[in-house]
Nanobody, 123 residues
Framework: QVQLVESGGGLVQPGGSLRLSCAAS????????MGWYRQAPGTQRELVAI???????NYTDSVKGRFTISRDNAKNTVYLQMDNLKPEDAAVYFC?????????????????WGQGTQVTVSA
């Protein structure tokens, strides 16, 4: 199986920056799409940004031009650089990975989630 460990959340003032990291470990055969979702209190989890194994990226409209997603395939790690943060960006951010894992009988694909990291944007 796969474990996703996030880091980099915290408290930042409006206009500030944070960088989230998510490292994947386990019986990984291949990491496909990786990304970040977020969930604010009383709302549903929403897509923030995703990056495919070939580096193709996709962002939700509200973060375009402010957030940058990237990945280091050698380190099985995905990053989210968040600049010009706004109060409405405050949420728990979850790392996501679509991974093909090694099993007793071969390989199989599963979706995995991190435990979440809190991002607070406040003066």
């Amino acid at each position: 199986q796969v474990q996703l460990v996030e880091s980099g959340g915290g408290l930042v003032q409006p206009g500030g920056s944070l960088r989230l990291s998510c490292a994947a470990s386990g019986t990984i055969f291949r990491l496909n799409t990786m990304g970040w979702y977020r969930q604010a209190p009383g709302t549903q989890r929403e897509l923030v940004a995703i990056v495919s194994s070939d580096g193709t990226t996709n962002y939700t409209d509200s973060v375009k031009g402010r957030f940058t997603i990237s990945r280091d395939n050698a380190k099985n790690t995905v990053y989210l650089q968040m600049d010009n943060l706004k109060p409405e960006d405050a949420a728990v951010y979850f790392c996501y990975a679509d991974a093909r894992v090694i099993t007793t009988w071969g390989t199989k694909e599963y979706d995995y989630w991190g435990q979440g990291t809190q991002v607070t944007v406040s003066a």
